[in-house]
């Protein structure tokens, strides 16, 4: 479809940068935009006769960073994993009962965690979070999941995973944490696995 820059008219989709900027120009909203370049690239986006088993049998949990791009750091396509998302990529319940989705209804075999430096759960607080909550008349059953140390996160996420009955396969799990300032990626065993 044709988009206008500076007034003069330019076949195709408009470039990321333009999209992204169209909110502050005419006052849409991020929702509408989503939907709008979905449409343009329905034909891309299509997948027909792809299955929903992932290829590589493999699901990945890693934090919702903007960040993390997981498929080209994980050298993954389309089909080929399963990638559940929340903050921190800690295995959470809900994490844990997608996972449980992904190994006995869909054929997953093997599960990478993926957490990263400078995330934003590091050294936040959870009574602070816990309050902010309680003003908005909130009481989650959960907890915020914040941590010092990612390493020690990663292990203490492993071994929840590892320990996590509702997962048949736990002997392929493995923890990665990623370097957002220096791209590179790096496995962290849990103890005792090595």
């Not at 140390?149 to 799990?173: G, T």
Request: hydrophobic residues 45%.
């Amino acid at each position: 479809m044709p988009w206008a820059h500076a007034g003069v008219a330019v076949a195709g989709a408009a470039p990321a940068p333009f999209i992204s900027s169209l909110y502050r120009v005419t006052g849409e909203h991020n929702a509408d935009e989503m939907l709008a370049a979905a449409a343009e690239r329905a034909e891309q986006l299509a997948a027909p006769g792809l299955s929903p088993r992932p290829r590589r049998k493999v699901a990945v949990l890693a934090c919702m960073d903007t960040r993390i791009d997981l498929f080209p750091m994980l050298g993954l396509n389309r089909g080929d994993a399963h990638i559940i998302r929340n903050a921190g990529g800690l295995a959470t319940e809900d994490a844990i009962r997608s996972l449980s989705v992904s190994q006995r209804l869909l054929g997953t075999e093997e599960i990478v965690v993926v957490m990263h430096h400078g995330c934003g759960l590091r050294g936040a607080s959870e009574d602070e979070f816990a309050r902010q909550l309680a003003r908005d008349g909130a009481r989650p059953t959960w907890r915020l999941g914040a941590f010092e140390d990612v390493e020690v996160a990663l292990r203490q996420e492993l071994a929840r995973l590892r320990s996590a009955p509702e997962l048949p396969l736990r002997d392929h799990i493995r923890g990665f944490v990623f370097d957002p300032e220096t791209g590179s990626l790096s496995e962290v065993a849990e103890q005792g696995h090595a």
